[in-house]
């Protein structure tokens, strides 16, 4: 996955525009055939993120330095974990057909 910067970027997955306050709707990852429910923006947390702007109790947009994989408890944007897509809470109630993994 392609480590982008925030400053007036939009987010490969959400196609938001990551403006302060703007949290990603991918809240699930997959990854080892399956689906991981991603770790939150601390929701005590009265800023935004500081690299993807992500708000409080909301989601990192993917590639963001500070997302932690639920996975690893690394860096998701760097970890080694095959994380292989990106969902929203509706994919992720579906499994993901393996020849397209
Ligand atoms: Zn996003
Ligand atoms: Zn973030
Ligand atoms: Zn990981």
New binding site residues.
Partial sequence: MAKQTAKNATCEQCRKEMKPGASCVMTHLYADGKWWDRIPVDEDRKDHCGDCNAPGGGYHHPGCDTAR?P??G?Q?AF???EITHMGDANAALHPVPEDEA
């Fill in positions: 994989c996975i690893c690394g998701e970890c080694d974990c």
